[in-house]
């Protein structure tokens, strides 16, 4: 038995499911999660010695690669004069100075210590600003683990919440209403039943959460014109897209501005980080500055501050940091796309920049529904083959490949390579 299966059985015996977070789980791929002991530029290495070309670089924060010298050292400099004081310091206003300079629709921003934070916050702001209590998501979007958020596509767009977990009242969701992502019109219906109260529209300006999904051309204006229409505040949901697709995120790479904008993964460089901002009549209005409370013991924590900044810093300061990552992207996901068609497969390649994905389907993916076609046993059994030829991709058809600055031409060759004899033998069976 390998060390990882041990550990995993031991994991199982303490906490639920054997994962502190359920997509770490192999479970809907027939495998045993792999635990990892440490990592190093493009690759991680297991608790069992091998080694891995890493496409999740833990599901986005690390887009310079693990161990960026730079970043490590902010950590240990920091760690050197104290963990946590639970006060201001001045690596918060660095922090939020930075994020309003390369961030043109961020007025103000509040750090706070996840994702899900993040977007919880902000729909309460916006909630707070617009005296509204309706929010308007798409199906197959993820915002984070919070109560309103969960929850999917009902039977019809006009379907009230329903729950997508266990645990959670639909008191909780009956103010979330689910449209089509890249479906205007199903969000103009929502809009016509009950617009005057809805406080805001929530979107992942790329959809990176059910695979990845594209917004269609005019989706994110149009959003922006029915939100400006009705008095509802956009939010971009930029936990994922932000300071990946472009220094600005999604809305400096399609040019659309929203009104409130989530971070998280990138902007903590690694550390547990996430942060919300945007107009500053809206952000005014958190506490202690307005009455819409929100707060965090660990918010702004000097040592997270220190990773998220150093890694920023590195972003903005490196010349052309974002086209070349970014043409890298473009020629490696071309490159899939190009095996796929030699090899005769319907398959589809969906990319953008440095995210990607493949879905085991045949026709275009740009929602949740036709994203749902993929045959997730396909998926099953290219996951396994990756693995065992030293390749870590996400354990799961509904989420991104990652790539990062560390992956130099041969990482991204040798995926290609083996990649195609993945082909090859699945068209031999
Ligand atoms: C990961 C993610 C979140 C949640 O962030 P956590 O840090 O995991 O809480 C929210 N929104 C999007 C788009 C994400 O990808």
Redo the contacts with the bound molecule.
């Keep these: 038995m390998s060390k990882s299966e041990m550990l995993f059985q031991e994991a199982a015996r303490f906490i639920p499911g054997g994962v502190n977070s359920p997509v770490r789980a192999f479970g809907s791929v027939g495998e045993t999660p792999r635990f990892i002991a440490s990592a190093n530029g493009a690759y991680m290495t297991d608790a069992d010695g091998n080694q891995y070309l890493d496409f999740v670089g833990s ?1 986005g924060p690390m887009i310079l690669g693990h161990n960026h010298p730079a970043v490590l050292d902010a950590v240990l400099n920091a760690c050197r004069q104290g963990l946590s004081f639970g006060a201001a310091t001045e690596r918060e206003v660095e922090m939020a100075e930075l994020i309003c300079s390369i961030v043109p629709s961020i007025e103000m921003v509040r750090m706070v210590n ?4 993040a ?1 919880m916050s902000a729909v309460r702001a916006a909630r707070g600003f617009t005296g509204r209590s309706k929010i308007v998501k798409f199906a197959g ?5 919070s109560d309103s958020m969960l929850v999917k596509a009902g039977s019809g767009v006009m379907t009230a919440g329903i729950p997508d977990s266990a645990g959670v009242p639909e008191g909780c969701t009956q103010d979330t209403l689910t449209a089509v992502y890249n479906d205007l019109e199903s969000v103009e219906e929502l809009f016509r039943a009950c617009g005057s109260e809805i406080a805001a529209v929530i979107v ?1 300006p790329v959809a ?2 059910m695979g990845v999904v594209l917004p269609e051309k005019g989706f994110l204006a149009g959003l922006r014109e029915i939100c400006d229409r009705s008095g509802a505040l956009l939010i971009f ?1 930029e ?2 897209t932000g300071f990946r697709l472009s220094l600005s995120g999604a809305q400096g790479y399609f040019d659309i501005r929203p009104d409130l904008t ?1 971070f ?2 990138i902007i903590g460089g690694g550390m547990p980080v ?1 942060a919300y901002g945007g107009r500053k009549d809206v952000m005014k209005l958190i506490a202690p500055s307005g009455p819409v409370y929100q707060a965090g013991t660990l918010s702004g924590n000097p040592v997270a501050m220190a990773a998220g900044l150093a890694q920023l810093q590195i972003l903005r300061d490196t010349p052309d940091f974002y086209e070349k990552l970014n043409r890298k992207g473009d020629s490696f996901f071309e490159g899939m796309k190009k095996a796929v068609q030699e090899a005769g497969k319907p398959w589809r390649i969906n990319h953008v920049g440095s995210l990607g994905c493949i879905f085991f389907t045949d026709g275009p993916v740009s929602n949740y529904a036709q994203a749902k076609t993929s045959d997730t046993e396909a998926f099953a059994s290219y996951f396994s083959y990756m693995l065992g030829h030293g390749i870590y991709l996400a354990p799961s058809q509904f989420e991104a490949m990652f790539l990062s600055a560390a992956m130099t031409e041969k990482e991204l060759e040798g995926f290609l390579e083996t990649f195609k004899i993945y082909l090859k033998e699945s068209q031999a069976k």
């Design positions: 599901w996840s994702g899900t934070e977007v979007c993820y915002h984070g683990h992942e990176a959460n949901d936990v994922i989530t998280g993964k996430g």
